[in-house]
Structures are given as structure tokens and as C-alpha cells.
DNA sequence: TCCAAACCCTTGGAAGTCCAAGTATATTGT
DNA sequence: ACAATATACTTGGACTTCCAAGGGTTTGGA
């Protein structure tokens, strides 16, 4: 995946491109986000490979978390994709895997005949349990972020996640 | 796109359930990771949406804006996909379009026989220099981030990427 | 010298994301 | 009651990312 580490941070580059280029004022925030893209890659990298064991991606690891956590244990398919604040669309190619490797189960809703619940199967919860337990060990124990950073880091970003209308 | 703001954020909640469940020190750090994940995804809708005019994507974008400030307009691929830190294979994908559309040109390096070397066309430039101006306009100057948030963060995730061998 | 190892780039395949459009079911307003 | 509107989900297409594998080119050690 990565070669060797580089000699100089390239967003610290571009940062500087940005002033001596007379863009000063943007170039806080145009660092910011390009770093928070790279983050969301190299976390996104490091899950995949630990979940790759259990037949999963985040995408899919993701859903299955929500299920298990839902009390019923069934969660209609657009409650779940506005919970995962994923398109419709990217949910239901997640549960076209999940359900084609027997994980998940959709049922037909009681009342509302558009709607389609999702189950966890017995086997997507041993599979859940399994990955969650691989992905807290491996990743979030040990995700190179110190604990005073990992606080701020979601503080700032629910600032910005409010602002930004995603939820009240 | 996105539906009305959730009236609770989901990170919060799973965050709660994170510590509901004993995994109380893992709690923070998934997040902090999950908010990261979700925070790329909005910036990465908003820039594509105000690139898209210019025919472009932030994938692309970020091709162009590189050999935009390389010093002598030219660029092997191998260095290019180092400096944006994204797999070879992603760069041609990349290359392949900007190429096909006229914004970028590959050229033989002169003595070495397997390197290609990436330029600007005079209509890349052109392109590049509407696209950043609206990028910095409408993206970077109302990020809804506040100033200082937009330093902290990116200070945070310097240090993330350093720890996790990102640069030196 | 010359063959093996390293390097540069591309192809093909799997997966994710989104959007636009389509189908089917519910709800609403006249 | 019934047509118009809204909601729920799926399909198809464009794009990105990665990985695994291949083809060429260069370099370096025996």
C-alpha cells in the first residue's frame, strides 16, 4: 500500500503553496480538509484490512454494529441508511453482500409494504461480535491518536458536523 | 442529497453504546475515527458538487492543482501519486480522464525509458485557475469551520499522520 | 556481460460512493 | 373514491479507491 514515509508532509506543501499564492486566508481550512480526507483514507485502509479476515468491509461492518444495537433487533432499510448517513443506494449494495453471504435477512415490513426490515441472522451476530472485537484491539486501541486528540478531534468535528446540517 | 438534520447525532449515540457495553476505552478513539470518516464524505460531496461545472472531480482537482505548482510544469507519475498519496493505479485512473478531456498530457521522460511525465495543457491551466477560485470561494471560505477549529484540526491530524508514517 | 531484481506504469476486478430514473406502495386533498 | 403526491427501495451508470498481476525498462551483482 504506502511506500516509505516522505520527507515533508505535502499538505504542509500545499498549505504554503496557498499563502505564497495570495490565498493566505483559505489555506487554514483548505489544509484541514484535505488532512481530514487523508485521515478518513488511511483509517478506512487500516479497517478494511483488519475486517478482511471476517468477510467484511467497514461499509458492511457498519450495518451490522446498527443492528445489533437496535432493540428489536430489526431496523427498516431508510431508518438505517439515515442512522449510517449513507445514500439509500450504498445501503442497499451493502446488504445485497451482507444478505448473499448470510448475514443479514430482509423481511417483509408488517404494515407497510414498501418498506423492507433488516435482520441481523444468528450468524451475522457471531460475525459482528467477532469483528468488533478484532477491530477494537486493532484499531481504536491502537489508532495512533492520543487520548487528548481523539477528544478534541470529535468535538471539533461535531462542531462542524452541526454546522454543517447534519443533525440538530 | 442529504436528508433534514437528524434530530440526535448517530456518532453520539454509538459512541453511548460503545461505553454501555465495556468497550468504555475504545469509546472515544471509534468516535473519533467514525466522525473523521463522515467528515470526508460531506467535504468530498461539496467539492465535487462545485467542480462539477468545471468538469472535474477533487480527485482530479487535486492532479491539476500539483502540477500546477511544480516548478517546472512537468511531473513523473510515480512522484505525483506519492505527493497526493494515492495508489499508482488511482492516478492513471485519474490521468486516463484529464488526458481525455485535454486538461493534461503524458510525455516521455527523456532518459528514462519506463517514466512518463504529466503536463498541464494551456487548457489545464485555465481550468485549474477557475476551478481553485471557486473552490476557495465556495468550499475553504465557508467551511463551516471556525478558524480556530480549522488549525487545531489541522494540527491533530499532523500529528496523527506523522505517528502512523505519513511523512517524517 | 548478462540475468535477476527493482522500478514504473497499466490492465482487470472488487468494492464503495453518489446521482438519476424507475417501480411499487401509501398518503393526501379534492 | 381517485388522481396527484410522497415514500421506500432498486437498477444502471459514473467515479474513486484498492489489490493482484502483467509488461517494459533500468540497474546491479556475479
Not at 495570495?22 to 483548505?30: I, K, R
Not at 475486517?51 to 431496523?75: C, Q, W, Y
Not at 444468528?122 to 459482528?128: C, F, K, P, S, T
Amino acid at each position: 500500500m504506502l511506500n516509505s514515509p516522505l520527507p515533508r508532509d505535502p499538505i504542509a506543501q500545499a498549505r504554503e503553496q496557498w499563502v505564497a499564492h495570495g490565498w493566505a486566508s483559505e489555506a487554514n481550512a483548505m489544509a484541514a480538509i484535505t488532512a481530514v480526507m487523508r485521515t478518513a483514507s488511511i483509517f478506512l485502509q487500516r479497517a478494511d484490512a483488519i475486517l478482511k479476515p471476517h468477510g467484511l468491509t467497514f461499509a458492511r461492518f457498519e450495518v451490522l454494529a446498527l443492528l445489533g444495537f437496535s432493540k428489536r433487533g430489526s431496523l427498516p432499510m431508510s431508518h438505517a441508511s439515515e442512522l449510517l448517513q449513507v445514500h439509500a443506494t450504498s445501503l442497499t449494495n451493502s446488504v445485497d453482500r451482507l444478505e448473499a453471504t448470510g448475514l443479514v435477512q430482509r423481511v417483509a415490513h408488517p404494515t407497510d409494504g414498501r418498506t423492507r426490515l433488516l435482520e441481523l441472522t444468528a450468524q451475522g451476530l457471531e460475525v459482528l461480535d467477532a469483528a468488533r472485537t478484532d477491530l477494537n484491539a486493532q484499531l481504536f486501541a491502537q489508532s495512533d491518536l492520543e487520548a487528548a486528540d481523539a477528544t478534541d478531534l470529535f468535538e471539533i468535528l461535531s462542531r462542524f458536523r452541526r454546522a454543517s446540517g447534519d443533525f440538530l
